[in-house]
C-alpha cells in the first residue's frame, strides 16, 4: 500500500515537473522545483507513517521531497520487522516441549504427596509471590511469559504443551507432572519468578531434581539453559539448584527445570520482568537454550 503512494508520489511529481517545464516560459517568475504542491503528498500517506513509526518519519521538508532524494529516503520508510529468535522455521521440527506457568490465580491448600511413595505432603498449589513495586501477581507474569514463549517455540515448528492458558484453574503441581509424563515431552518448562526477603537479591536460577528420574538429564537441561538466558538478557546468574523439595520435579518423570526468571521483590528485576521487550528477552534466551540442549 505504501509502495502504491509512493509510485502515485512520484507519478504525480513527474507529471507537475512537466507540466511546469511546458508552462515555464509563459510563467513570470518560474515555480522552484523544490516546493511542490502540499496536495502532491495524499495526507493518508502522512498520517499512516507517523501513526507506524514515529523514530523514522521523514518531515516533508522541501529538500525531503526533491525527486533526487526520494530514494534515498525510500528505507527508512519501510516497515520495521520486529525481532525474532531464529528465522528457521524448521529449527524445532520433532521436539515436544511442556510449559508450566507457575501458580496460579488461587492457591489450593489441600495436601498432596510431595514425591512418589512419599509420605510427606505439602499444599497442592500456591498462588506465588508479587511485585513489590508493580502489584503484579507472579502467576499473571509466568502466564504472560509462558504464553509467548509457546509461540515462540511453534514458530520454530516445535510442538508445544501448556499446563494451563488462563489463571482461574485448580490444578495441583502434582497433576501438573503427572500431565507432563503423560505427553511424553522431551524437556519441561516451570516457569516462576522467585522472592526473597533480601531486597537486593536478583538474578536468573534453575531448580532441578537432586536425586531420582532423570537428575543428571536434569543437570545436563540446566546448563544448556542457563548460559542461554544470561546471555540474552544481561541478567546476573543465581545458579543451578539440586533440590528434591519441590512437588512439581520430584512427581516428573521426563527432563524438568524450574525455571526462577528473577526476583519480584528486587525493584528492577520487577520492573523489568513486567516489560514486554525483557519478556521478549527472556523468551528467546529460553528459546536458544532449548535449542542448544536439543543440539538443534
Ligand atoms: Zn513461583
Known amino acids: 500500500m505504501k509502495r502504491l503512494f509512493f509510485l502515485l508520489f512520484v507519478l504525480t511529481l513527474t507529471i507537475a515537473c512537466a507540466a511546469l517545464a511546458e508552462s515555464a516560459p509563459q510563467m513570470a517568475p518560474p515555480r522552484p522545483l523544490e516546493t511542490p504542491s502540499p496536495t502532491a503528498v495524499p495526507e493518508e500517506t502522512a498520517t499512516a507513517e507517523i501513526t507506524a513509526t514515529p523514530e523514522t518519519t521523514v518531515t516533508a521538508t522541501p529538500e525531503a521531497t526533491a525527486p533526487q ?8 520508510q519501510m516497515p520495521t520487522v520486529p525481532p525474532q529468535p531464529t528465522r528457521d522455521p524448521g529449527r524445532l521440527t520433532g521436539v515436544k516441549i511442556g510449559i508450566d506457568p507457575g501458580h496460579q490465580a488461587h492457591g489450593n491448600s489441600a495436601q498432596e504427596a510431595v514425591a512418589p511413595g512419599s509420605s510427606e505432603t505439602k499444599a497442592k498449589v500456591s498462588s506465588g509471590t508479587y511485585g513489590r513495586f508493580t ?4 502467576y499473571e507474569v509466568n502466564l504472560d511469559i509462558s504464553l509467548q514463549l509457546r509461540d515462540a517455540l511453534e ?3 516445535c510442538e508445544v504443551y501448556m499446563t494451563r492458558e488462563t489463571n482461574d484453574v485448580d490444578i495441583s503441581n502434582q497433576e501438573r507432572a503427572i500431565m507432563m509424563n503423560e505427553l511424553g515431552v522431551d524437556l519441561v518448562l516451570r516457569i516462576h519468578c522467585n522472592g526473597s526477603t533480601n531486597k537486593s537479591a536478583q538474578g536468573i536460577g534453575l531448580y532441578i531434581r537432586k536425586t531420582g528420574t532423570n537428575a543428571d538429564e536434569c543437570m545436563r ?3 544448556a539453559l542457563l548460559p542461554a538466558m544470561v546471555e540474552a538478557t544481561g541478567a546476573e546468574s543465581d545458579g543451578i539448584f539440586r533440590r528434591d523439595t519441590y512437588t512439581g520435579l520430584n512427581w516428573s518423570e521426563v527432563p524438568s527445570i524450574l525455571v526462577e ?5 528486587n525493584e528492577e528485576e520487577d520492573y523489568k520482568l513486567n516489560d514486554p521487550a525483557y519478556q521478549q528477552l527472556l523468551v528467546q534466551g529460553m528459546v536458544e537454550g532449548i535449542c542448544a ?3 538443534r
Open 69 to 76: 532524494d526520494i530514494f534515498s529516503l525510500l528505507p527508512a
Open 135 to 138: 502489584g503484579v501477581p507472579e
Open 155 to 157: 514458530a520454530l515448528g
Open 221 to 223: 537441561a540446566a546448563e
Open 261 to 265: 526468571m528473577g526476583f519480584m521483590t
Open 293 to 295: 540442549y536439543m543440539g
